[in-house]
């Protein structure tokens, strides 16, 4: 009898931690529940979530209320003795028509949020976003789809905060050297695809999340009422580095944004102008170190060492100190079936030729040639 | 023993028939109960290697940043915890259940086919041996995500992927044949009298889960055979590149791994519906509506694969359908823990081990069901979807789920396996460690997912770092409650006190009726099925 009655207190004691846990669990405290956001798609999200929990704790309360009455009340220690009733036709129609109501009662607005997710179209601006193991990349679209400019957005947070060799800034994990920028109060469309494996776009505070498929291109849309920064992750498995790949979206006043996007055209053009230069061994160098850091250095590693036999290794290897036209060739088109992605689409001329310059100079590789944008412009034409 | 007909002098020792000696007993074994056993501690072996890489994936997201595992290992070992406790431990445990159980419950003599059991089991070992052999290969082992996504797993995958294709093919021979030889024992071997109508739940719950076995292993079999097609004979069936299409995969992966996840739970609804009766010592509440209950929720299964696709881009009516057809699978399960609520409602109720395992079950399961409503919500969905809400859904159904309901099972029966009772002491305190550990691994795992942690990941933001911390206590905590049942059973085995037939004084069934622990062979004639030891 008396373990019996430590049990009655240990049950109590259950429940009141549960009652305590599912408390908790309703506070809408920021970093318990899922955010609000700025959308009007992401407040009836928001909306729909509250509502199915309340329901389901609602429902809980009632089902744990019973079960629990019958555990302090109905136990042999209490002298109950045991019924032998296994069957009420009326209960059990009602407990199987009851939730099929709630449930039909739950669709309705499910149905009328999910057909307003659906209408992609009245669009004012397009941007494709293009899944990289494991980078995103942004091409702002005019009118006729073309590309007009575009950048690879790529996790900003230094190596040493992973491994703890320094202080974790605010947004660890969650930087971007380029933010996507859009303009506040607009309908911008997304056009999402991915180059390799499949990946996933999210940015919670819009309520919208899309595969990024190799072959398919996806839809998706938002319109963003609050300038600020949003961030969020890949949240399809994709590989090594899917925990570092945030996607970080700026929303921007239009005057702001326009103001942007005219810089960016001129930089595109400015950059077009330099695959036509001629470079020093040194600028090669140092733009190819810094290219090198942004692209390459997350599988063949910053002393070129790379993680065998995954990642080759880059020091003296026959790419490296072989021909040429050949190390340009496989930066260009990647190596189909392997890591290596074709960065012939990521890069300019003059970056590749800075990238391969520079891996046939740095850890004492030491080929006895120059690239210049030119030659990867040659190499391009002539295949 | 006189029934059996001596047709060869050879045979004489057929009197006398009990085990054989020593390696050759377990190898050779087509004796149910014996390959029970080796299931069962099979199961048990994977447990506790899928718990290790559990262990190692909590370490690394004890704190921010990377710690102890490279990202490629850490995800080698979310994709190998993944698969080692779906195949490894959850499926062989309950396989190993039903081998014990099903015969004693419909008054069989032995499983249908005793050949292939054997095989069925043995095919096991090595399966899981290919498979972990992969984790020292170079290149590593898989590290795709137990739901293994083309082209991740085709084009971008490690050269060890063959061998865990190969693996799958393995268990997934061994669970059809497994699924086979539950089928024709329970169609054909039930004793006089012991009608459809009259079997156990648990007998029921195990022939619909092998006929869901039954329509979806082969199609596991047949997806991972497009893999390898595509990665050694240049087809592209997953490869964009070459015509194919990567959301194909996931649809044929999901056509099979949703019933899968029936699979897992349905036998635990049938262990659950022996376990709550006898302790309330009252019948089962509502027994038809219960296998009507079960088999809805089978057929449902095949109809709403997609509802873990909701963001790769489907068009809107089949968002709809999906949805819909997701939601209401809330209704037959609802009708099953009213049921069991039902059935303890004014009964005498005792909370022996199995009954508090048995009742954390009916909680925490249907906290698990409440979070799948939830993720049923398409467009809530895209805020859920491959973050750590669902790894704590999952987790909710599975954990207190199904290792809950086997852990059940075993303190149930155990004593009529082996002849022994299990010391109830310890058998309470591995419940409530483990009640705590499962409750503080997995509920904080809600809030990191919707403020939007995402599922495998090897490192996280600053935000997510109390959440996580509580997790990786409550994940070592569970860890080690599970090496503590493992002292327990053995405890119970060495030195239990001796059980009575019955065990327990509300147990219904035929198993009770035989001795404790069973013999080698029972019901070598049939027994007689009255109303008492039909389904309670």
Same mark, same amino acid.
């Given at each position: ?19 305590? !846990? ?83 009662? !739950? ?277 | ?204 719950t195990w022939l619909i889960t092998a006929y869901l076995l039954l329509a979806v292993m082969p199609v596991l079999a047949g997806v991972v055979t497009m893999m390898l097609f595509d990665i050694h004979f240049g087809t592209s069936f997953f490869n964009a590149a070459g015509g194919g299409d990567p959301v194909m995969f996931q649809h044929i992966f999901w056509f099979f791994g949703h019933p899968e996840v029936y699979i897992m739970i349905l036998p635990a ?106 993720l049923a919500i398409t467009p809530a969905d895209y805020q859920y979807h491959d973050t750590y809400f669902v790894v704590a859904h999952f987790h909710y159904v599975l954990v207190p789920g199904a290792i809950f309901s086997i852990i059940a099972a075993v303190y149930y029966w155990l004593p009529k396996w082996c002849g022994r009772m299990y010391d109830e002491t310890l058998g309470k305190i591995h419940f409530w460690l483990s009640f705590i550990g499962v ?98």
């Amino acid at each position: 009898m008396r373990v019996n009655k430590l049990n009655a207190a240990g049950w109590r004691r259950a429940a009141l931690g549960a009652l305590l !846990m599912a408390a908790a669990g309703l506070a809408s405290a920021d970093e318990l529940n899922m955010p609000v956001g700025v959308t009007e798609i992401s407040r009836s999200v928001y909306d729909l979530h509250m509502i199915i929990l309340w329901v389901c704790v609602v429902i809980g309360i009632v089902v744990f209320g019973a079960m629990f009455w019958s555990i302090i009340h109905h136990r042999r220690s209490q002298g109950h003795e045991a019924a032998q009733f296994h069957e009420n036709t009326r209960l059990e129609i009602a407990w199987t028509i009851v939730p099929t109501i709630i449930l039909i009662a !739950m669709a309705v607005p499910a149905t009328s949020t999910l057909i307003k997710m659906y209408d992609t179209g009245g669009e004012d601006m397009t941007v494709e976003v293009r899944g990289y193991q494991w980078k995103w990349q942004y091409k702002y679209l005019d009118e006729d789809y073309q590309s007009t400019f575009g950048f690879m957005s790529t996790l900003a947070t230094p190596q040493d905060e992973f491994y703890n060799r320094s202080a974790k800034g605010e947004h660890y994990l969650l930087e971007v050297d380029e933010p996507l920028r859009i303009p506040i109060n607009k309908k911008v469309r997304f056009l999402l695809t991915s180059e390799d494996v499949i990946h996933a776009w999210w940015v919670p505070d819009f309520g919208i999340k899309r595969d990024a498929v190799p072959g398919i291109l996806n839809e998706l849309w938002t319109i963003v009422e609050e300038p600020g920064v949003y961030r969020g992750q890949c949240t399809e498995l994709c590989g090594k580095d899917h925990g570092f790949m945030p996607v970080v979206v700026q929303a921007m006043e239009q005057e702001d944004f326009d103001a942007w996007y005219a810089t960016k055209l001129k930089e595109e053009q400015e950059r077009k102008a330099l695959e036509s230069m001629v470079f020093t061994t040194d600028e090669l160098m140092a733009r190819g170190e810094e290219v090198y850091t942004k692209n390459c250095v997350s599988c063949h590693q910053a002393n070129g060492q790379g993680v065998p036999p995954v990642f080759p290794s880059l020091v003296g290897s026959p790419v490296a100190t072989g021909d040429r036209d050949a190390h340009i060739r496989m930066v260009l088109n990647g190596v189909p079936g392997t890591s290596m992605q074709a960065f012939g689409a990521q890069l300019s001329k003059a970056e590749i030729a800075a990238v391969v310059h520079y891996e046939r100079h740095a850890w004492g590789n030491n080929a006895e040639d120059i690239t210049q944008p030119v030659d990867v412009a040659n190499v391009e034409a002539g295949q | 023993m006189s029934e059996v007909v001596e047709t060869h002098a050879g045979h004489d020792d057929h009197d006398h028939h009990g085990p054989d000696k020593g390696l050759a007993r377990w190898l050779f074994t087509t004796n149910h109960k014996d390959i029970g056993t080796l299931y069962l501690w099979f199961s048990f072996a994977m447990f506790l290697i899928g718990g290790m890489m559990a262990l190692v994936i909590r370490a690394e997201l004890f704190e921010p940043g990377l710690q102890f595992v490279a990202p490629e290992f850490f995800n080698q070992m979310t994709t190998n915890h993944g698969l080692i406790m779906v195949f490894g431990a959850v499926m062989p445990a309950f396989v190993g259940l039903a081998n014990w159980l099903i015969p004693m419950m419909v008054g069989a003599p032995d499983m249908a086919l005793p050949r292939m059991n054997n095989l069925s089991f043995w095919i096991l070992p090595f399966a899981f041996g290919i498979m972990i052999s992969t984790l020292f290969m170079e290149g590593g082992g898989p590290n795709f995500g137990w739901t293994f996504y083309a082209p991740l797993s085709t084009t971008y995958a490690p050269d060890s992927v063959t061998y865990f294709i190969f693996a799958v093919h393995l268990m997934g021979a061994s669970s059809i044949m497994g699924s086979i030889n539950v089928i024709a024992t329970i169609l054909n071997m039930r004793a006089p009298g012991m009608t459809l109508m009259k079997m156990p739940l648990f007998v029921w719950t195990w022939l619909i889960t092998a006929y869901l076995l039954l329509a979806v292993m082969p199609v596991l079999a047949g997806v991972v055979t497009m893999m390898l097609f595509d990665i050694h004979f240049g087809t592209s069936f997953f490869n964009a590149a070459g015509g194919g299409d990567p959301v194909m995969f996931q649809h044929i992966f999901w056509f099979f791994g949703h019933p899968e996840v029936y699979i897992m739970i349905l036998p635990a609804f049938g262990v659950v519906s022996q376990i709550i009766p006898t302790f309330a010592r009252k019948p089962l509440f509502g027994y038809d509506s219960m296998v009507y209950a079960v088999a809805s929720i089978a057929f449902l299964s095949f109809i709403v694969w997609a509802h873990h696709m909701f963001t790769v881009g489907m068009p809107l009516a089949g968002q709809l359908f999906f949805m819909y057809a997701t939601m209401l699978i809330a209704v037959p399960t609802g009708v099953k823990v009213f049921n069991w609520i039902s059935t303890m409602w004014r009964g005498s109720m005792t909370f022996e081990t199995p009954m508090l395992f048995a009742i954390a079950f009916v909680i925490l399961f249907t906290i698990g069901g409440f979070s799948g409503l939830m993720l049923a919500i398409t467009p809530a969905d895209y805020q859920y979807h491959d973050t750590y809400f669902v790894v704590a859904h999952f987790h909710y159904v599975l954990v207190p789920g199904a290792i809950f309901s086997i852990i059940a099972a075993v303190y149930y029966w155990l004593p009529k396996w082996c002849g022994r009772m299990y010391d109830e002491t310890l058998g309470k305190i591995h419940f409530w460690l483990s009640f705590i550990g499962v409750n503080v691994t997995f509920f904080p795992q809600h809030f990191s997912g919707l403020a939007g942690m995402p599922r495998r990941i090897p490192d996280y933001a600053l935000q997510f770092a109390d959440f996580n911390m509580l997790s990786s206590i409550g994940a070592f905590i569970f860890g080690f409650s599970q090496v503590f049942f493992m002292f327990v059973v053995i405890h119970a085995i060495t030195r239990g006190k001796k059980a009575t037939d019955r065990v327990w004084d509300g147990a219904h069934g035929l198993e009770w009726t035989l001795p404790s622990p069973a013999p080698y062979h029972s019901f070598t004639h049939p027994p007689k099925v009255s109303d008492a030891e039909a389904h309670s």
